[in-house]
């Protein structure tokens, strides 16, 4: 597509239930990324995808994070048993390749956002 | 663990002045450094980015500055606009995994006309 694509745009969901936020990133670009941004704060890191495989987890802030990637498109972040703590803005990039890695091509690295998905849990 | 560390959270400047935004990281073999600008209740956009390799970057009225010695890079924002107002992180990427972009906590910028 033209851009990052996320849905849903809005959640809202009651403790404890579980949910699914879904990203689809610009057509051709290998590297996928979630990051976490809480009312007024910065960007928290969650995880990154190298075609479909996460080299670090070490973001996800507890195990009932999930996330995962098939076809090297499309992935989903789960979040199990949500707790308020979990209420925030859930944002996916996308890029050409790795943000770190030395690539040839200019603008490779850069990472385009999609809009986020507003998780609210109550 | 790694981070990223920008200063001021805040920055408040005159129409036509200029502003600056410091980052330190802790990764010293970090090698890419980018801006994005996130204005309220959008997604953040690159501005600006530097590698490793280069001590000084810019585009029209935006510089940015890296000291690899000292671990600090730097934005620099010329004869500002209240356009200009918005959210800047800075950002570096960490060794031994090259898809990890770690972002600092933000910088609220307000130019006042």
């Known amino acids: 597509g033209a851009g990052v694509s996320q849905s849903p745009s809005n959640k809202v969901t009651e403790k404890g239930k579980d949910v699914e936020l879904r990203c689809d990133p610009i057509?051709?670009?290998?590297?996928l990324y979630w990051y976490r941004q809480s009312l007024g704060q910065g960007l928290e890191f969650l995880i990154y995808f190298q075609g479909n495989s996460a080299p670090d987890k070490s973001g996800l802030p507890s195990d009932r994070f999930s996330a995962e990637r098939t076809g090297g498109s499309v992935s989903t972040l789960t979040i199990q048993r949500t707790q308020q703590e979990d209420s925030a803005v859930y944002l996916c990039?996308?890029?050409?390749?790795?943000?770190?890695?030395?690539?040839?091509?200019?603008?490779?690295?850069?990472?385009?956002f999609g809009a986020g998905s507003r998780l609210t849990v109550l | 663990g790694e981070n990223v560390e920008q200063h001021p959270s805040t920055l408040s400047v005159q129409e036509g002045d200029s502003a600056v935004i410091k980052c330190t990281y802790s990764d010293s073999a970090s090698n890419y450094f980018p801006w994005y600008k996130q204005e309220l209740g959008k997604r953040p956009q690159l501005i600006i980015d530097i590698r490793s390799n280069v001590g000084e970057k810019k585009d029209q009225r935006i510089a940015v500055t890296l000291n690899k010695t000292a671990k600090h890079f730097s934005l620099h924002i010329t004869e500002t606009q209240p356009e200009d107002s918005a959210v800047y992180f800075c950002?570096?990427?960490?060794?031994?995994?090259?898809?990890?972009?770690?972002f600092g906590k933000g910088t609220k910028l307000s130019v006042k006309p």
């Open positions: 990039a996308s890029s050409q390749g790795l943000a770190g890695a030395l690539l040839l091509s200019s603008g490779a690295n850069v990472l385009t």
């Open positions: 950002a570096a990427s960490l060794r031994g995994s090259q898809g990890n972009l770690i």
């Open positions: 057509s051709g670009h290998t590297a």
